[in-house]
């Protein structure tokens, strides 16, 4: 995802961003994708599991991507959301503020012992403070491992060993706006390791990111 969002810019397309985030993933020695890629510009954001990945971008969209690699019998599950021109409207950056703080507060709160329905009323709380308290909270996601949604007892407390999705979001259907973050974790004997490190989150990484690379350059180093 993080060469995708550094070729992306007004007038490619969802499916060059897909191509540019598989070829890396081939290139670095992944054994293959773990699900079909999401890249919903705009409008497209709206529909789950959109996989049309075939509108042109433009200036003023949002795109949510969601992707991930298989390797070694691990799959990961990891979204992000960020505006083709590199800049986030008042709401767009209200909501993604939002959700950056609610995940990295759910992922703090991921130690044994806990409950998803204590992650749940931690994002509550932060979505009412910065109003968005008609949003559902979700909490902590779903088990990732062999299958990118996998088994396991999700009423059970956290465990060492887990390995769980976190993915916060906002969704306004009137502004055509969906605001994701999504990481997966592995559940520690004192708290929650990050595993898909090394793709920006915070706004000024993530902007600064956004067309720094030319397609013509292709996907590689």
Aim: proline letters at 5%.
């Amino acid at each position: 995802i993080r060469r995708a969002i550094a070729v992306t810019r007004p007038g490619l397309y969802e499916y060059s961003l897909e191509a540019a985030a598989r070829a890396w993933f081939d290139w670095s020695g992944a054994d293959g994708v773990a699900f079909p890629a999401i890249v919903a510009s705009g409008p497209n954001a709206l529909t789950w599991h959109y996989a049309a990945n075939s509108r042109q971008l433009e200036a003023d969209d949002l795109v949510v991507m969601d992707f991930g690699a298989d390797m070694g019998h691990l799959t990961i599950d990891v979204t992000r959301t960020w505006p083709v021109d590199g800049e986030f409207s008042e709401l767009e950056l209200r909501a993604y503020r939002c959700v950056l703080e609610a995940e990295k507060a759910i992922i703090a709160a991921m130690r044994p012992g806990a409950t998803r329905k204590d992650t749940v009323e931690v994002e509550k709380a932060i979505l009412e403070k910065w109003g968005f308290a008609d949003q559902r909270a979700g909490g902590a996601g779903h088990f990732v491992g062999m299958a990118v949604h996998d088994v396991g007892d999700e009423a059970a407390p956290f465990a060492p060993g887990m390995v769980i999705a976190v993915e916060p979001m906002i969704m306004i259907d009137d502004k055509e706006l969906h605001c994701r973050i999504e990481d997966t974790v592995l559940i520690t004997g004192d708290g929650a390791e990050i595993l898909t490190v090394g793709l920006p989150r915070e706004v000024d990484e993530l902007l600064a990111l956004v067309g720094s690379a030319s397609p013509a350059a292709g996907v590689l180093p």
